[in-house]
């Protein structure tokens, strides 16, 4: 059996998301194994990242800075904000590299059964950011679930005297998907959103 600190590893490594036990013994041997080129400066990344990592004062993404890098660069859209649940949602749009304003990290959706109410999220302080600065548009970027699609129409409906635009991401057909592999709600959607050749 291995010594208590590998066994700490491997017990913490396996509640990461996607590790199990038995994947968390294999990273955590692979980690051990490469000891000099990984594990030593993950460990050291790890140790930086922990005493940095803040919470944006503006859009409440995570970052080592407050402002956040987005917030801060002057060349951002600044009269668009993107509402998405939670900061994996907010790289991911980055990663598309299409959109080019700023953001606003809810927290989460509104959740009766998980006991999520209005207060539990960032909707009162978009509802002043969407007041207060240059805005004159909000993109709802909410998960197309029941929690996702709840969340925004009360986003909207708390937007609706701020004098912005709202608009939502589409939802229907992906690049690449054939119409006999989809869902009903997904086909649903693409007829509902569909648009003149």
Known sequence: ????EIDEMIRLLARLPGLGPRSARRAALYLMRRHDTLLVPLAEAMTRAAATIT???LCNTLDTTDPCAICADTRRDRSTICVVEQVADQWALER??????????LG????ALDGVGPDDLAIASLVHRART???TEVILALNATVDG??????VAD??????VTISRLAHGLPVGGELDYLDDGTLA????????V
């Open 55 to 57: 919470t944006c004062s």
């Open 108 to 111: 989460g959706t509104l959740s």
């Open 133 to 135: 600065e240059d805005v």
């Open 96 to 105: 598309s590299g299409s959109y080019h304003g700023l953001y606003h990290v």
């Open 149 to 154: 699609q709840t969340t925004a129409h009360y």
């Open 189 to 196: 959607a693409a007829l509902r959103a569909r648009r003149g």
């Open 1 to 4: 059996m291995a010594g208590s």
């Open 158 to 163: 708390r937007l609706a005297h701020a004098g």
